[in-house]
T-cell receptor, first 110, second 116 residues
């Protein structure tokens, strides 16, 4: 199973762009990269998914270099409500493969 | 609300008792997953259903744990002879059929179990 490594925590200020990088050196050819957000006492919420290059949706962008051994979640102009744990996952060819690590605790300060 | 629902939201039980949790997925989702999450950790995969068939199980799912999904709709997760180590948040998720839909799961609010 592909493993991921991401920072334990990050701090940012309101209005800034936040980039959270995840490394996944053993990613397999058919693995996708997915990011989730989780607030306390809630289930995780899907943010974005990609395979290569760049993916953008209404809440975030996902940058994936050609070797796919890392990925960067970019959150534009964060607000206090973006304070949450962000999980990077790789996998997708089976339910068992989708493995959550410990995530990155993002704290947005006023 | 058309999201994933879980009941109860909280459950306190004494060691040795049996507990059962229910999950109602989003109606058009045929895939259903159970996870367990302890404080400070990400969710751990427990089991997966496609319709009524239980297709994958984690080795974390000991013989005290059993899950069902009769008729491919709601699902139940039962823990027999609970132990204090079973205290955790139990999360249910569902997703649409499709090649990459394992990745885009919709989670419920969870059931927090406390075993005294």
């Amino acid at each position: 199973l592909a493993k991921t490594t991401q920072p334990i925590s990050m701090d940012s200020y309101e209005g800034q762009e936040v980039n959270i990088t995840c490394s996944h050196n053993n990613i397999a050819t058919n693995d996708y990269i997915t990011w989730y957000q989780q607030f306390p006492s809630q289930g995780p919420r899907f943010i974005i998914q990609g395979y290569k290059t760049k993916v953008t949706n209404e809440v975030a962008s996902l940058f994936i270099p050609a070797d796919r051994k890392s990925s960067t979640l970019s959150l534009p102009r964060v607000s206090l409500s973006d304070t949450a744990v962000y999980y990077c996952l790789v996998g997708g060819s089976s339910a068992r493969q989708l493995t959550f690590g410990s995530g990155t605790q993002l704290t947005v300060l006023p | 609300d058309t999201g994933v629902s879980q009941n109860p939201r909280h459950k306190i039980t004494k060691r040795g008792q049996n507990v059962t949790f229910r999950c109602d997925p989003i109606s058009e989702h045929n895939r259903l997953y159970w996870y367990r999450q302890t404080l400070g950790q990400g969710p751990e995969f427990l089991t997966y259903f496609q319709n009524e068939a239980q297709l994958e199980k984690s080795r974390l799912l000991s013989d005290r744990f059993s899950a069902e999904r009769p008729k491919g709709s709601f699902s139940t997760l039962e823990i027999q002879r609970t132990e204090q180590g079973d205290s955790a948040m139990y999360l249910c998720a569902s997703s649409l059929p499709g090649t990459t839909s394992y990745n885009e799961q919709f989670f419920g609010p969870g059931t927090r179990l406390t075993v005294l």
